[in-house]
């Protein structure tokens, strides 16, 4: 067992020096670190900075997004639920520990710089997202996301590239990822409560069975109730330690910029360490670029395809500069120490509990409950729909279920063996899959990029002539690969002016 262990994280390695640096002893010599950041500036750049002087109407666009044009739809706001409940997970709590005790505080910015570029990067993929999604199975539900939007937009000549995305997507989300959200909620509950975590998996295993299976209206209703009370809750215990810590504040930013640059050593020291693991855990945290939300930021039933873009903007402006904020307030301002042998969420709760006493321990463990789990039901629909994709069999669907399973069980195995080598396996694990997806999906959504700016060119011109919400009709634009049935134009009720 122990040889094939070693083995698998060889393969890691290799795996993530390809994709997230490394190669040659370069730590940015990889495709992510070369290109996550570019690509999110390029994107800002060509939607004039739409993340900035947007943010407003984001903002009311999210307040009309629980409306939906028909009964038996998802609505805007459950599409954002949903991904914010895939985006809200361990990335958030353990995640952010995992970056500051590999990286040191400096991790924090890159994550902050990551979010900023990526709100932009977000709006593009799930903007593509609504333009090329098709009819579901039943009535006013939608499939698409990434797979759909590289078959359709680039031409068959690209499909290897959409199956090579699905592949990817399904090891990322339906299995590794899964494991990574187990582990950290059975390790936070062992550690509040004792219990054995392999029982905690196979609990997590049956409830998340039970909703999963339900589909995405059933995952979407969930969702829209838990992730906005988890999400207040967590934020308002973050401001009460900041305030209780108030005059510390300007020294923890001021650790947080030095170190982002080198001036300082902290944690792993380097500023390629520190750069490296700011980059993944801000990207395994909100998302941004990797092709995960556009595949419920499609099933939306919206007017225009730009809707979906603002409210899928939003989520990544919630995941980081709110909550994983609000966790490197809690960790950075106690008095926790960094280089000791605690790590990921165990870190978190040391950090919470010794500035609110030990009921901190307890919190964070209800926390990642509610996150991990949220997470857990959210990446069932992202790999359904990329199985769906592939095969669309009753077989594929069942194998699937199965082994999305076995890998929660693993999770929480990992969590029981007690093993630092095994924790850094599963995440390395996370990294390389979410590597490789990110990669292709960045590759396409470059490509499709003049696209999706026509479309919000299309959007912006009808506001601009008093149009409070904007109608998109495919018939007015000639766009390969779009599906008539969906955006065909047919009878609809324009706008209200202002």
Known sequence: MQGFLDGLAALVGW???LTWGGLGGIWWLGILIAALLPAGLYFTVRTRFVQFRAFGHMLRVMGH????????????????????????????????????????????????????????????ENTLAQLFKEQ?????????????YIDKGLGRRWKWLSIVFSVFLIICFGFFFNAVQANAMSEAIHAAWG??????????????????????????????????IMALIYIAIA???????????????????SNAFGMQEAGAGAF?????????????????????????????????????GYVQMASVFLDTMMICSATASIILLSN?????????????????????????????AVALIFFAFTSIIANYYYAETNIFYLWHTRLSIFCYRFLYIVFILFG???????????????????????????????????????????????????????????????????????????????????????
């Open 15 to 17: 795996g993530n020096s």
């Open 65 to 124: 997004s629980f409306r939906k044009e028909h009964d038996d739809s998802v609505s805007s706001f459950q599409a954002f639920a949903t991904s914010a409940a895939a985006r809200v997970g361990t990335g958030n709590i353990a995640g952010v520990a995992v970056a500051i005790t590999a990286g040191g505080p400096g991790a924090i910015f890159w994550m902050w710089v990551v979010a900023m570029v990526g709100m932009a990067t977000s709006f593009i």
């Open 136 to 148: 579901g199975e039943t009535h006013g539900t939608f499939r698409g996301g990434p797979a759909y």
């Open 195 to 228: 219990i054995n975590p392999l029982l905690v998996g196979a609990l997590i295993a049956i409830l998340a069975s039970l909703i999963v299976f339900g589909g995405i209206k059933s995952i979407g209703k969930f969702a829209g109730i838990v992730v906005p």
């Open 239 to 257: 401001i009460v330690v900041i305030l209780a810590n108030f005059s510390r504040v300007p020294e923890v930013f001021g650790l947080i910029f």
């Open 272 to 308: 390629g360490a520190v750069v490296a693991n700011g980059i993944k855990r801000g990207l395994f945290s909100n998302e941004a670029g990797m092709g995960s939300s556009p595949n419920v930021g499609a099933a939306a039933d919206v007017k225009h395809p730009v809707v979906q």
């Open 336 to 364: 926790v120490d960094l280089g000791g042998m605690v790590e990921g969420v165990t870190l978190t709760q040391s950090a919470l509990a010794s500035e609110v006493g030990a009921w901190g321990n307890s919190f964070i």
């Open 412 to 498: 929480a195995w990992v969590a029981w063996s007690g093993s630092s080598e095994n924790f850094q396996l599963l995440w390395n694990m996370a990294d390389m899959s979410m590597g490789f997806m990110a990669s292709a999906n960045l590759l396409a959504i470059v490509l499709l990029s003049g696209v999706a700016i026509r479309v919000f060119a299309d959007y912006e011109a009808q506001r601009d002539r008093g149009i409070r919400e904007p109608v998109f009709d495919a018939r007015q634009h000639n766009i390969p690969g779009v599906e008539m049935d969906v955006w065909g134009g047919g009878p609809h009720t324009p706008g209200e002016h202002r």
